[in-house]
């Protein structure tokens, strides 16, 4: 048993403000980097900055948290797509969703194969959960079976790092996450 008490939920309208700062941090951070002043995050909310404030103490645990939130979002779409009717489109809509967010959201990127503390939770539920789509894709004859969910995720990051490169077109991403996607096709 600990000494820390559990925090109180939030009321509705708290709840509303901290969804909406998280939300316009995600825009700001995937737009501009981490610079982004607070005060510019409470701006693009629609709140003061005390309010920013009072759910994040700092720059870095709004960060922090706007990286978890996405992470969750994911966790939870892969998990709705694990019981689809089509595993394999299932698995590969999910892996297109990802090439996406992690193109434009450089956190999610980050995120992905993440051994720092403070994505370790948010990234190994991921892995749990892109592991199960793999199986059930797997299972269906969709995906190769010669790999598993460490070469995946080795492949996605990498594939990440490499599409992310400052150079590097839309068209080139695109094309470097369609040959990706087809080395992971069963054949």
Known sequence: MTDRA?????????????????????EAFAAEGISVPLDEIARRAGVG???????????????????TDRVERMIANARELATAPDPGKAFFDFLDRMATEGTVKRDLAEAVGADS?????PSHDLRVAIAELL?????????RRD?????LMRVVKGTFLA??????????????FAIVF???RAH
């Open 6 to 26: 559990e925090p109180r939920p939030l009321r509705a309208d708290a709840r509303r403000n901290r969804d909406r700062v998280l939300a316009a941090a995600q």
């Open 49 to 67: 900055a005390g309010t920013v404030y009072r759910h994040f103490p700092t720059k870095e645990a709004l960060f922090e948290a706007a990286i």
């Open 117 to 121: 503390p403070e994505y370790r939770k």
């Open 135 to 143: 199986t059930h894709a797997q299972q269906s004859g969709a995906v």
């Open 147 to 151: 790999i598993d969910i460490d070469d």
């Open 163 to 176: 599409a992310n490169s400052t150079n590097t077109t839309a068209e080139q991403r695109r094309r470097t």
């Open 182 to 184: 087809d080395g992971l």
